[in-house]
């Protein structure tokens, strides 16, 4: 993916910290301020805000899918489970007031960037299969079902779907049984 049009920035520059602060679960100013020959956390972020959200996603996606498909048998059929990921926020909306969901008080804030994924536990360990981001101006079921549609191109048979009571809607358990018939 490109960086900045016209910046000396380089992406293999930015890369290696977005993925250690995926790695280590942290965040970008985490990884920059303890590391050493690392651009600054606003260069990051600058760059990163010059992607576009889609193509983002969609690449996510197809490394959790080979990582998955890496780990897994896929004659074994899987326990999925899918749920919503708030990552808290502190600011306002860069481009567009639905980018921001309101959610219950943490860590000083009301809002977060919202995301639904599905994953499997295998060893003990979550392996995610798909995540989608979920804006507040549309409907959560929406993304569950793009999540649910990702899952369904894996090779392995869905034996339990997992979901809380969040997720206790028609149109999900719908779409959920629609999934387990394929």
């Given at each position: 993916?490109?960086?900045?049009?016209?910046?000396?920035?380089?992406?293999?520059?930015?890369?290696?910290?977005?993925?250690?602060?995926?790695?280590?679960?942290?965040?970008?100013?985490?990884?920059?301020?303890?590391?050493?020959?690392?651009?600054?956390?606003?260069?990051?972020?600058?760059?990163?805000?010059?992607?576009?959200?889609?193509?983002?996603?969609?690449?996510?996606?197809?490394?959790?899918?080979?990582?998955?498909?890496?780990?897994?048998?896929?004659?074994?059929?899987?326990?999925?489970?899918?749920?919503?990921v708030d990552n808290p926020?502190?600011?306002?909306?860069?481009?567009?007031?639905?980018?921001?969901?309101?959610?219950?008080?943490?860590?000083?804030?009301?809002?977060?960037?919202?995301?639904?994924?599905?994953?499997?536990?295998?060893?003990?360990?979550?392996?995610?299969?798909?995540?989608?981001?979920?804006?507040?101006?549309?409907?959560?079921?929406?993304?569950?079902?793009?999540v649910l549609d990702r899952?369904?191109?894996?090779?392995?048979?869905?034996?339990?779907?997992?979901?809380?009571?969040?997720?206790?809607?028609?149109?999900?358990?719908?779409?959920?049984?629609?999934?387990?018939?394929?």
């Amino acid at each position: 993916m490109e960086g900045i049009e016209g910046s000396p920035l380089d992406s293999g520059d930015i890369w290696p910290v977005v993925t250690m602060a995926s790695v280590n679960q942290s965040s970008v100013w985490e990884v920059t301020s303890q590391t050493d020959d690392t651009p600054c956390d606003d260069t990051v972020m600058e760059w990163l805000h010059t992607l576009q959200r889609h193509q983002l996603e969609m690449a996510a996606n197809l490394l959790f899918r080979h990582l998955a498909l890496t780990i897994l048998d896929p004659d074994r059929s899987r326990i999925v489970s899918i749920d919503f990921v708030d990552n808290p926020y502190h600011g306002s909306p860069d481009e567009d007031s639905g980018e921001l969901c309101k959610t219950t008080p943490t860590d000083g804030t009301t809002t977060c960037h919202r995301y639904c994924t599905a994953y499997v536990v295998s060893n003990g360990k979550p392996v995610t299969l798909a995540l989608t981001y979920v804006r507040s101006d549309e409907k959560e079921a929406d993304a569950v079902e793009r999540v649910l549609d990702r899952v369904g191109t894996y090779p392995f048979e869905i034996d339990l779907l997992l979901a809380d009571r969040g997720f206790y809607n028609e149109r999900v358990i719908r779409r959920a049984r629609d999934q387990r018939r394929r």
